[in-house]
T-cell receptor
């Protein structure tokens, strides 16, 4: 089944403790992206990747890192999480980069930073 | 500032058409307009997208104003399964800018 998977689905952590949220897609998609969703704000793009080893900042990249060493994986790294990073996070992928391609979203990761 | 603005909520009767509006007055000539919807406890799901011309697919139609400063998502016959939050999005090169979404309530 074609899908985007995220792990973990739920995470409670404390301020300053480094964490990684994994994202994997099995559709051989070139483009992958991370979003955070907060009440009343819709989704905001954190980082995106056009292909292996090619990443760039989205609208709200502060406090986050990403890497794209393999085409299928695009982990989101919070090196020193803070309470304002408590949010619902979505990973997405699409066949190609650029405009006009449908994005497929993962099920989300709910992160709470105490 | 938000690149797209949408009404917070709308209501429709089942089996009737629904027109969901979106304003994007700062759109540039190469920006695509996308619509996604999100059911409770799920990730967003693609609905439709377009650049300049109106578009139709099995789920919906997208009407784009001639000046491209606004667009309307049209669900031709709303069903209870269409109750969701609908997002209007500007896609500028590799970036996606979501609006805050319209919560659609469908009454039986």
């Amino acid at each position: 089944e074609a899908q985007v998977t995220q792990n973990p689905r739920y995470l409670i952590t404390v301020t300053g403790k480094k964490l990684t949220v994994t994202c994997s897609q099995n559709m051989n998609h070139e483009y992958m992206s991370w979003y955070r969703q907060d009440p009343g704000l819709g989704l905001r793009q954190i980082y995106y990747s056009m292909n292996v080893e090619v990443t760039d900042k989205g609208d709200v990249p502060e406090g986050y890192k990403v890497s794209r060493k393999e085409k299928r994986n695009f982990p989101l790294i919070l090196e020193s999480p803070s309470p304002n990073q408590t949010s619902l996070y979505f990973c997405a992928s699409s066949l190609k980069t650029g405009e006009g391609y449908e994005q497929f979203f993962g099920p989300g990761t709910r992160l709470t930073v105490l | 500032d938000a690149k797209t603005t949408q009404p917070n909520s709308m209501e429709s009767n089942e089996e009737e058409p629904v027109h969901l509006p979106c304003n994007h007055s700062t759109i540039s000539g190469t920006d695509y307009i996308h619509w996604y919807r999100q059911l409770p406890s799920q990730g967003p799901e693609y609905v439709i997208h377009g650049l300049t011309s109106n578009v139709n697919n099995r789920m919906a139609s997208l009407a784009i104003a001639e000046d491209r400063k606004s667009s309307t998502l049209i669900l031709h016959r709303a069903t209870l399964r269409d109750a969701a939050v609908y997002y209007c999005i500007l896609n500028s090169f590799n970036k996606f800018y979501f609006g805050s979404g319209t919560k659609l309530n469908v009454k039986p």
